[in-house]
């Protein structure tokens, strides 16, 4: 490839970048302001991508005799100095840059969708509907919003809000996020917690186990019925004596139509039954039957009011 004078300098800042994402401290801040840099202008891709096949082909840098009798950490620090300098000369970097060019990717569904990615053929990630979670080369997956269970056969770290968990070898466990608090659940192993809010070293919970963190800084531990917690999984929603304003906040989670409950004397009755994601407004058509209450279409959706 030929350059022209006029790519010197984004040359120049495309070894920037390099450096700034091989350092220690490097945030997802600095990476979201790479991707923005990187598409900004179509030279910016070009030089990039040259300069990451010549960091693939090569074997790595060869350093100056002087950083062999420096202190490891510093040479590190000077390896990365060279490997800066080098680039102008079309000299070669120290590790494959590829995994840079892709350093996030997003799993993520929308209403109603749900989806199952498997992970190095090591760890089965089952994602609910209306759920992102992000994956970063070298980092805890994040999950920022929604429901996911994580099946893993190695060690596995994921971040919910401000909960850390550590997932040991052969763990399950159901990750949920929701607007007044986060829950964890222990389905197979054993799952380590941390959160500013809980003992210094954190805490431990056992298969069967849901520990509820709310935005108030209450926590509750309780067993909740597991057939009924994961049924979505198999495309239904499971209730089991739920209030009917629970029922009514579960389903809308699934649907782009929102269903309004107006009917605040009924709230708090219980309805036990099966929803099907896949058959729509089926179960809200049972309504009426169950319960003295219509359903009246609106542009946005559904109004549940008393008869």
């Not at 100056?64 to 390896?79: I, L, N």
């Not at 186990?209 to 979505?232: A, C, K, Y």
């Not at 929803?275 to 549940?304: C, H, N, W």
Request: with cysteine; charged share 25%.
């Amino acid at each position: 490839m030929k350059y022209h004078p006029n790519t010197s300098n984004v040359q120049k800042r495309a070894a920037e970048w390099i450096a700034r994402l091989h350092a220690d401290d490097c945030t997802d801040r600095d990476r979201d302001h790479f991707l923005r840099w990187l598409h900004s202008d179509r030279r910016h891709a070009t030089v990039f991508e040259h300069l990451t096949d010549l960091w693939e082909m090569g074997g790595g840098v060869v350093l100056p005799h002087a950083a062999a009798v420096r202190p490891k950490e510093r040479a590190h620090r000077f390896t990365r100095r060279h490997a800066l300098a080098c680039l102008g000369a079309g000299g070669l970097l120290l590790t494959p840059l590829s995994r840079y060019a892709h350093a996030k990717r997003v799993l993520e569904t929308g209403a109603g969708g749900l989806r199952s990615v498997t992970l190095a053929g090591q760890t089965r990630c089952q994602l609910d509907t209306n759920t992102r979670l992000v994956l970063s080369d070298g980092r805890p997956a994040v999950l920022e919003k929604g429901q996911v269970v994580l099946s893993t056969e190695v060690v596995a770290h994921i971040s919910a809000r401000d909960v850390d968990l550590h997932l040991p070898v052969h763990t399950t466990a159901d990750i949920r996020i929701d607007p007044g608090c986060t829950d964890v659940t222990a389905i197979r192993g054993r799952v380590f917690l941390h959160d500013p809010r809980l003992p210094r070293d954190g805490t431990w919970i056992n298969p069967g186990q849901r520990l509820r963190i709310f935005r108030n800084g209450r926590m509750d531990v309780d067993t909740p019925d597991l057939d009924e917690l994961l049924s979505w999984r198999s495309g239904r929603l499971i209730f089991r004596n739920r209030s009917l304003r629970d029922v009514i906040a579960e389903i809308n989670r699934y649907t782009p139509r929102e269903i309004v409950l107006a009917a605040p004397a009924l709230a708090d009755r219980r309805l036990s039954g099966v929803y099907y994601v896949a058959q729509g407004d089926s179960f809200l058509q049972m309504l009426p039957r169950l319960l003295p209450v219509r359903l009246v279409p609106v542009t946005e959706g559904f109004k549940i009011v008393p008869v």
